[in-house]
C-alpha cells in the first residue's frame, strides 16, 4: 500500500490516502499536501513500524515526486476541467 509523505515542522506527515476514491495517489497527494510543499509516495515498508519514535525520523525530499497545491486550488483546477469538458460537450451538441 502506498502512502503520502511530506515535511512538517521538524518531522514528517504520513498520509493515507483512501485507495477505493477513484483519485490517483498522485492527485491524493497534490490535494492533500500544503502549496508548495514536496512531497513523496512510498510504500508501507519505507515508514518506521515503531510510532514512538516517529518524531525522530527523518526522509529525503531533495528529489520528490512532486509538490503539493493544496485543497482549494485542486478543486478549483477540477472544477476548470469539468466546465471546459461541459463547455465541449454543448459545442458538440449545437
Known amino acids: 500500500m502506498k502512502r503520502i509523505i511530506h515535511p512538517l515542522g ?3 506527515a504520513v ?3 483512501f485507495e477505493q476514491s477513484g483519485i ?3 492527485e ?3 490535494k492533500d499536501v500544503p502549496a508548495g510543499v514536496p512531497y513523496r509516495i512510498v510504500t508501507t515498508a519505507d ?3 515503531d510510532r514512538t519514535q516517529r518524531d525522530l525520523w527523518t526522509a529525503d525530499f531533495s528529489q520528490p515526486d512532486g509538490h503539493g497545491i493544496g485543497a482549494a ?3 478549483a483546477e477540477q ?3 469539468l466546465a471546459a469538458a ?3 460537450e454543448i459545442e458538440e451538441g449545437t
Request: no cysteine; net charge negative; charged share 25%.
Open 79 to 81: 472544477e476548470a476541467i
Open 24 to 26: 490517483p495517489v498522485e
Open 28 to 30: 491524493i497527494a497534490r
Open 15 to 17: 498520509i493515507i490516502p
Open 47 to 49: 515508514i518506521p513500524e
Open 73 to 75: 486550488a485542486w478543486r
Open 10 to 12: 521538524n518531522g514528517v
Open 86 to 88: 461541459h463547455a465541449e
